[in-house]
């Protein structure tokens, strides 16, 4: 059951059928190959280059194929070779010669670009709108944890005293750029390729500004070579993709390490985390563990087109098919992640009297001990010296700064006074630092204004 049998004397190798054919996965398209179609169609009738009872007939059946397809009343049989092939066939059976003419004009080569661009149009809206949600979560934890005191670290060490709402919002910011980039794709890719043909356009004259319109495109491609054969915007949204499963993956990454016994700093709640066969004791973080895995998934599909596209000689060819299995996974992969990371993420419990104390230990106020030095005149290069050899007796004591006495802090350097235990206190140094984009409560204020109008904004 073909479009191009005429040419051929002999049927095709089952084997061959099978290795060709799309429709196991491009089935996915029946929707936008239909609203494709009938934007073809209407702009055909418009174009004078069929009667608009012609189109009546082409749209009604069209629609009728739609709607049985969506209500599991009429299955698309894998007899045909991609979906492109069944929905018009489909038409011809239903309404006869007329559905013979709706393939005026076009080639499934601008058929299958377009119908790709019209999905994953609607995919980088919902992708979007799972980010927002998750967004929302993120703000709301920051909002809830303005004092909640933690380390920040740097090489995996304790570096400086933080808030849970300040770590929180670099999160914010990574996922506040992955909608940008999701949208700039959309933008830069929400052009018509239909009315490209094969390669070469058309003889017909169509109106592929009108059809672009109906279609919701800012217009139409403006090369049709470039129309059938640009897979760039697959490939933006996979890097788009990528990224974000980088950013859910460092994510997933710190909630393992905060969930182990070791730090203890959340509690996954019961729902989302899984227990071992054999060690009663266990509740393990699988989601998070999962969520880093699958972004080799996404990084593969990525590489993947990347790979199959770099030796194409223009315009269409069928390795272009490669195109959509991958970028499918990889969509379904990212939705799901951002759910379940959402849904962890909502559900968890922070022990922020453990993130207190991890902060309070570890030094983490060492260098507001060398900047209260350099504020009494010490210059800071001498200061971080003085501040150095403390920690190291610190160490030696099994003590913090701040339970050092005055003494010896004075014999370290006379310039300590009794100010200084208020000083290098955790509240005292977080809440100093006040600098835009800072963890003290005043600069977090200010940002969180600042995402609540972003929320309600965008
Ligand atoms: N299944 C094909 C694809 O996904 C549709 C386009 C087929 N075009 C062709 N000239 N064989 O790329």
């Given amino acids: 059951m073909k479009l191009w049998g005429g040419r051929f004397t002999k049927e095709t190798d089952r084997l061959v059928h099978n290795f060709n054919a799309s429709i196991s996965f491009d089935r996915k398209l029946f929707r936008q190959d239909i609203e494709g179609s009938i934007a073809h169609a209407t702009m055909l009738a418009k174009q004078n280059i069929i009667t608009d009872s012609e189109r009546d007939l082409i749209v009604k059946g069209l629609e009728e194929i739609r709607d049985e397809i969506s209500e599991g009343k009429l299955e698309i049989s894998q007899e045909y070779e991609d979906i492109h092939s069944f929905v018009e066939s489909e038409l011809i059976r239903r309404i006869g010669d007329t559905g013979k003419k709706l393939h005026t004009g076009r080639s499934r080569n601008d058929q299958v670009a377009l119908d790709m661009k019209l999905y994953i149009r609607e995919e980088i809206k919902e992708t979007d709108a799972l980010l927002k949600n998750f967004l929302t979560t993120i703000y709301n934890i920051m909002k809830d944890n303005i004092q909640t005191y933690m380390p920040g670290f740097t090489h995996l060490q304790k570096a400086q005293p933080i808030t849970l709402a300040h770590h929180m919002g670099a999160y914010f910011e990574m996922f506040k750029r992955d909608r940008s980039r999701l949208t700039d794709a959309y933008n830069r890719m929400n052009l018509s390729p239909l009315g490209s043909g094969a390669l070469a356009g058309t003889t017909y004259p169509l109106d592929r500004e009108y059809s672009a319109s109906l279609l919701g495109f800012d217009g139409p491609t403006l090369n049709s070579i470039d129309g059938v054969s640009d897979r760039d915007y697959l490939i933006e949204l996979l890097s788009a993709l990528s990224v974000i499963m980088m950013h859910l993956s460092r994510l997933s990454e710190e909630i393992i390490i905060w969930n182990s016994n070791e730090y203890r700093f959340i509690e996954l709640d019961d729902a ?98 060398a900047d209260y030095l350099v504020n009494k005149g010490v210059p800071f290069r001498d200061a971080h010296g003085i501040i150095g050899q403390l920690v190291l007796t610190c160490i030696e004591r099994g003590i913090s700064l701040d339970e050092l006495s005055l003494a010896d802090y004075k014999a370290a350097c006379p310039a300590f006074e009794e100010d200084i235990y208020e000083a290098i206190s955790l509240t005292a140094c977080v809440n100093r630092r006040n600098t835009t984009g800072a963890p003290g409560q005043q600069a977090m204020e200010k940002i969180l204004k600042h995402y609540e109008e972003y929320l309600s904004r965008h």
């Fill in 272 to 369: 989302y985390s899984t227990g071992s066969s054999i060690m009663p004791q266990k509740k393990n973080p699988d989601i998070a563990e999962l969520v880093r895995g699958k972004t080799g998934r996404v990084y593969g599909a990525l590489i993947s087109l990347l790979t199959t596209m770099k030796g194409l000689p223009l315009a269409y060819n069928k390795d272009m098919q490669e195109d959509k299995e991958l970028t499918f996974d990889a969509i379904d992969t990212v939705k799901s992640c951002i759910v379940l990371t959402d849904k962890m993420l909502s559900t968890m419990k922070f022990n922020k009297d453990i993130m207190a104390a991890s902060a309070a230990k570890g030094f983490t106020n060492a260098t507001d001990a």
